[in-house]
C-alpha cells in the first residue's frame, strides 16, 4: 500500500517526511526526527503515526510543495483540508490530477473550522464541499455525535479510524515496574487542566505518594520538553492523573499511558472510557476510591493494566488501525 497523509498546511517548521524501513527520513532521504511530535525516528506520537503504518509512507505538508509534490503513485490519502478551505490552491481536484490513481479520504482532524455551531459560516460551508468531493470519510472519534451535522448534510458515513500507537515500540521501552508516584499531566489548553492539579495534590497529602508534573512556568515554551524525555518522566509512575473535563476530544495521550503500563486516573475523553472505564470521570470521590483499591490490591491492579493493553491491542495497534482502514476502502 502505498499511502500519503496530506494536510494543507502545519506550522512549527515542519517538513514532509517519509517513512523507510520503518524509520522518518526527509523527502530527500536524510534521516530526520521532529523532537516535538516524536521519540526518535522509529516512533512518532498521535496522528503523526499514520505513515508509519505501511512500508514507504509519507507525510505531505503541502503548503511547503505547491508546486513539488513528490512523484509518486499513492493508493491511498488521507487528506485535511481545514486552515486552507478558502485558498483555491487547495483542493481534491488539484490532489485527484496529481494522484489519479489514488482513493482519496476526506479527513476530519479538527472539531470546528470557523465559528463553532455556525453553519452557515462560510468555512463551515467550504468543508461541506470538500468532504463531498472525497470518496470516503474519517474521523478519530468512535462516536461521531459532534460531526451528525456533517453526516446529515453529505449523507455519508463517517467512518472511526483510531489515532495509531506504535505499541510495541512503547512497550520495548516503557513498559517497566512503577514507582508507587502520581504524574499530575497539565496538557497546554489551560481548559482542560480541569481539576488535575488540585485532585493530585489532595491524593498526595493524605495518602503520603509523590507527585511529578512537567513544571511550566511564565515565559518558558509549553513544548520546552521532547517526547522522548516527557514520556521518560511519566511512565515511570503508577498512576497518570488527567481529569480533562471535555468530551469531545479523543484523548490519544491515554492511549501512550495503556502502552507503557502506567494506570491512567480521571477524565472523560472518548480514549479514557475505552482504556479505562472505572476511572473514566472527573468525580473525586470515584477517583480516589479506585486509587486507593489499586494501591491496595495488585491483582486488582494488574488487571486494570491488562484490559487496557488488551483494548489498546484491539483498537489502536497498527495491525488494528490498518484493519479499520481496510474496512472503508
Known amino acids: 500500500m502505498k499511502f500519503a497523509m496530506i494536510v494543507d498546511a502545519v506550522g ?17 532521504g536524510k534521516p530526520t526526527t521532529f523532537d516535538k511530535i516524536m521519540i526518535d525516528n522509529e516512533c512518532a506520537i498521535s496522528m503523526w503515526n499514520y505513515p508509519f503504518l505501511y512500508e514507504n509512507g509519507y507525510f505531505i505538508n503541502w503548503k511547503q510543495h505547491m508546486d513539488t509534490l513528490p512523484k509518486v503513485d499513492f493508493d491511498l490519502i488521507f487528506l485535511a483540508i481545514e ?22 479520504i476526506g479527513w476530519i482532524k479538527e472539531l470546528w473550522v470557523g465559528a463553532p455551531y455556525d453553519y452557515e459560516d462560510v468555512k463551515y460551508k467550504a468543508r461541506i464541499n470538500f468532504l463531498d468531493q472525497c470518496d470516503s470519510i474519517v474521523i478519530n472519534r468512535p462516536n461521531p455525535k459532534e460531526f451528525k ?118 477524565g472523560v475523553n472518548d480514549y479514557h472510557h475505552t482504556l479505562y472505564p472505572k476511572t473514566s470521570t472527573c468525580n473525586w470521590e470515584v ?12 491483582e486488582l491492579r494488574n488487571e486494570v493494566i491488562e484490559n487496557a493493553w488488551n483494548e489498546l491491542n484491539k483498537t489502536f495497534s497498527f495491525e488494528a488501525v490498518r484493519k479499520q482502514i481496510e474496512n472503508i476502502i
Not at 512549527?12 to 530527500?28: A, E, H, P, R
Not at 495509531?164 to 514507582?179: A, F, H, I, Q, T
Open 287 to 298: 477517583l480516589e476510591k479506585e486509587i486507593v483499591s489499586y494501591i491496595n490490591n495488585s
Open 12 to 28: 512549527g517548521n515542519l517538513t514532509s517526511y517519509q517513512v523507510i524501513n520503518g524509520k522518518s527520513y526527509s523527502l530527500d
Open 149 to 266: 451535522h456533517i453526516q446529515d448534510k453529505l449523507g455519508k458515513k463517517l467512518n472511526f479510524v483510531a489515532i495509531p500507537v506504535n505499541v510495541d515500540y512503547l512497550y520495548k521501552n516503557y513498559y517497566k515496574e512503577k514507582e508507587l508516584s502520581l504524574w499530575a499531566y497539565l496538557p497546554n489548553p489551560p481548559d482542560r487542566r480541569g481539576t488535575t492539579y488540585d485532585f493530585t495534590q489532595y491524593i498526595s497529602k493524605k495518602y503520603k505518594i509523590p507527585v511529578k508534573y512537567k513544571q511550566l512556568s511564565i515565559g518558558k515554551s509549553f513544548d520546552y520538553m521532547s517526547q522522548k524525555e516527557f514520556i521518560e518522566n511519566w511512565s515511570s509512575c503508577a498512576f497518570h492523573l488527567n481529569l480533562d473535563p471535555i468530551d469531545y476530544f479523543p484523548g490519544n495521550q491515554c492511549a501512550l499511558v495503556a502502552a507503557t503500563g502506567t494506570i491512567n486516573i480521571g
Open 83 to 104: 486552515k486552507c478551505l478558502l485558498e483555491p490552491e487547495h483542493t481534491v481536484d488539484k490532489i485527484r490530477k496529481q494522484y489519479p490513481n489514488a482513493k482519496i
